[in-house]
């Protein structure tokens, strides 16, 4: 269940960056890998987990 | 039930469809899509923004009560929407207060745990001055670490027309015409350049970087999502983006505040004698027969729509000028009026439609069906500073409507004087009362005519012939 739009990888970045500070500390995790390791680069290997049946939201 | 047809500019989410018919407005959902809204439909958000009126009136109903089969497995209905407008249409204020309701549905979903699919105009539309969300097939339940999938089509569609209006001082509504998906951030970030001395707000984040991250990662194959969620993107983050996105939106204002006619109006060349006695002359026309939609084309302050409003059910008030419709609407917008829809249309340009096919967005002559049309004040411009010859405007207005009230300024007329002043003499030597009547004759019948007290016009109360 995902829109039909696609987020655009360059347009996800700046939206999280538009929230301002919580965004540019989510940024900052993603570019150093923290979370998954990997590069903002490299996180291809890391999508399964998010794509998991989670029903409720954040 | 079968009599109800697809809507040509509904395609764009695969998992629903529009359909029309019957009166009534049909939303028909895969059973995908069924999934998507029986998840959230009962959500406090969707009930409250039901009652409010902010989302428009959906009736769940089985697809076979409707006409409809597979892959159909649900469907609503929603009332008609007295006439389709779109974003091109609209004056800076409306496509700012359908922005404002965009942002505050997509807020309000999110706090509920519902995702809204995307971020048009075209979710929303006018009745009268008042805005209402009418995308219902638009939500769907969130998913943990979820971005704002409409995020570059708000920017696009919402944010930058805005920005090149409101920092610019350049309309947009040319622009949104031209492209049915909105201007690119490429296109913006090159139209807004650092250069400019206006306050220019959200122009770093949403035009520069925005336009910098698309190149960058044009061919990127990036989960990005996945990332973003394990680095902690949450609802709160696409809140917080929301509320900024709202600040800027807010903050945004008409530029320029002159244009051609919104300081000036050819009314003031009338004698007061000559106002009157036409707005009589309009009212017991409009009143003589039950209208249900009445175009006013050329409508300015919205004088004569008024006097309409009171005898139809509903009335599109055209003008020209953006400025002066904005004026309007602002006007329209405080009394609270949901008869009297304000409408950018420059008849001298009109009519086409956009998107697929140029079926997406049907031109505006096909959008509704006037029992009676005003044309007032209008003509002389379309004839002289457009070249459009009277026998082609009256072609025009006799496959538009049954009926029109029609002003004719006669050759001597002050205003058709100032706009033949620089033209060369003896090239519209046409434009006067008695070719004029020549050629309505031939298209309509002639109800009343009346030469107002100032002697240079005459306006016709006409029925169409045949």
Known sequence: MFSYLDAGTGSMLVSILGSGLAGIGVLWKMARGKVTGKSVTNLEDASADAEESDSSHD | MT?????????????????????????????????????????????????????????????????????????????????????????????????????????????????????????????????????????????????????????????????????????????????VNGISPDTMRKLLPASIRRPRKGRMTHVVLHAAAQNRFANSEVNMKSGAAKAGMNASVLDATLKKLTGIVQKLSLGDKKSTWSEYSE???????????????????????????????????????????????????????????????????????????????????????????????????DRGNPDMVLVLAVIHHLAITFHIPLAAQLDMFRELTPEMVIEMPHADDPMVQKLLVNKRAGIHDDFNLDEFERLLTERFDIKSKMLLSSGTRTIFHVTRKG
């Open chain 2, 267 to 365: 009314r003031g060349h009338y004698i007061e004698s000559s106002l009157d006695e036409k707005q009589r002359f309009v009212r017991d026309a409009v009143a003589s027969a039950p209208r249900k939609q009445v175009w006013d084309i050329g409508c300015n302050d919205g004088v004569f729509s008024r006097i309409a409003a009171a005898h139809a059910d509903y009335v599109v008030a055209m003008d020209a000028d953006p400025l002066v419709v904005d004026r309007l609407y602002n006007t329209l917008k405080v009394e609270q009026s949901k008869k009297i829809l304000p409408l950018y249309v420059d008849m001298s340009d009109s009519g086409g439609g956009i998107g697929w096919r140029g079926q997406e967005r049907p031109g505006i002559f």
């Open chain 2, 3 to 179: 009599s109800i047809q697809q809507d040509p500019g509904s395609f764009r989410d695969p998992l629903s469809r529009v359909f029309i018919g019957d009166g009534k407005v049909v939303r028909a959902f895969t059973e995908m899509g069924a999934k998507d809204i029986k998840a959230v439909w009962e959500k406090p958000f969707i009930q409250k923004s039901l009652a409010s009126g902010a989302l428009i009136e959906s009736t769940i109903v089985e697809p076979s009560s409707v006409g409809l089969a597979a892959p159909w497995t649900m469907a609503m209905t929603h009332p008609l929407v007295p006439f389709i407008s779109y974003p091109y249409e609209w004056t800076f204020s409306m496509l700012k207060d359908a922005a404002l309701l965009q942002l505050d549905v997509t807020r309000g979903a999110l706090a509920d745990g519902i995702g809204v699919k995307d971020a048009t105009p075209y979710n929303v539309q006018f009745i009268g001055s008042s805005a209402q969300f009418i995308d219902a097939g638009s939500f769907e339940r969130r998913r943990k670490g979820d971005p704002w999938y409409g995020y570059r089509q708000f920017c696009e569609m919402f944010l930058y027309p805005l920005m090149m209006q409101g920092y610019l001082g350049v309309g947009f509504q040319q622009f949104m015409r031209g492209a």
